[in-house]
């Protein structure tokens, strides 16, 4: 992530907030492609820019989490539009935590906002993913690791559903 784009995203980016309520906020652009006929974010484009948004928070290299790179599935997603996502919108702040975290999957709560709208007014997109630990060589959900799930409940917050 460029020095530009932290400072067009409007917000701060990375980790913040105590453990049991931390938040992982990422700066996405959005590009001239990601929109569809009538000038906004195309929803196909919108959900491929929240999966590229989680990357640095759950799957970067030296996390406990990495090692969900070896095998996750999505079992659930929820997306409500509560506003318009433009190309001038962009860079868009991605605020994402997790309403639960169970023994083999989580829901992750994604909260879309344009670079010019504060954390404290309503998202222009509310998103929840539900991800389950997955044993490739067995074709079955595995159950999160210790650490894993460690990592996980720091991002929990207790009244998110």
């Known amino acids: 992530m460029t020095d530009q784009l932290v400072y067009e995203a409007g917000g701060p980016l990375g980790v913040s907030g105590e453990p049991g309520r931390r938040v992982f906020t990422s700066a996405m652009p959005v590009r001239w492609s990601?929109?569809?006929l009538y000038r906004h974010v195309n929803h196909a484009r919108m959900i491929t820019l929240i999966e590229e948004a989680r990357i640095?928070?759950?799957f970067?290299?030296?996390l406990p989490t990495a090692t969900l790179t070896a095998g996750a599935v999505m079992t659930d997603l929820a997306?409500?539009?509560?506003?318009?996502?433009?190309?001038?919108d962009?860079?868009?702040?991605?605020r994402m935590w997790c309403e639960k975290v169970g023994g083999a999957l989580f829901v992750a709560r994604h909260e879309v906002r344009a670079r010019t709208t504060p954390d404290s007014a309503p998202?222009?997109?509310d998103c929840t993913a539900?991800?389950?630990?997955f044993d490739l060589v067995t074709q079955r959900p595995r159950r999160l690791t210790r650490d894993e799930r460690g990592y996980l409940l720091e991002f929990r917050?207790?009244?998110?559903?």
């Open 34 to 36: 990601d929109q569809d």
């Open 130 to 133: 539900t991800i389950a630990a």
């Open 56 to 58: 640095p928070w759950l």
């Open 123 to 125: 998202p222009e997109v």
């Open 90 to 94: 962009g860079p868009i702040r991605v």
């Open 157 to 161: 917050h207790e009244d998110a559903a």
């Open 79 to 88: 997306v409500r539009y509560r506003g318009q996502i433009r190309h001038a």
């Open 60 to 62: 970067s290299e030296g």
